[in-house]
């Protein structure tokens, strides 16, 4: 008896397309390899890159913190509540953030 070729020869990608019957039958009743599959990250779309904001300006300017700050200061001045004029900055920010974010009612 003479020696099996056990080495497989790989087959061109047109004789795989023109005979899928006859390469299913192996010699032996051994399977054949199943081809590897492509690499999740291969697969997927490619991810896209988020655009950086554009620097957002306040709705409001430090003249408008000022005259805020001061409305802010003169009902605390006419309540007679403790505070200083920091306070009263950081109050005045506050409620135009606030106003900023808040959404406007249309005047009909």
């Known amino acids: 008896m ?37 690499s999740a990250k291969a697969v997927a779309a490619p991810r896209r890159t988020a655009k950086p904001a554009p620097a957002r300006t306040p709705a409001f300017t430090t ?19 403790p505070g ?3 306070q009263d900055w950081i109050e005045a920010e506050s409620q135009l953030r606030a106003e900023s974010k808040a959404p406007r009612k249309s005047a009909r």
């Open 2 to 38: 003479g020696k099996k070729d056990t080495t497989a020869k790989p087959a061109t990608p047109a004789r795989r397309a023109a005979k899928p019957a006859a390469a299913a039958s192996a010699p032996n009743g051994a399977k054949k390899p199943a081809a590897p599959r492509p």
């Open 63 to 81: 003249d408008d913190v000022a005259l805020r700050a001061y409305f802010v200061a003169e009902k605390r001045r006419q309540h007679a509540l």
């Open 84 to 86: 200083d004029e920091h």
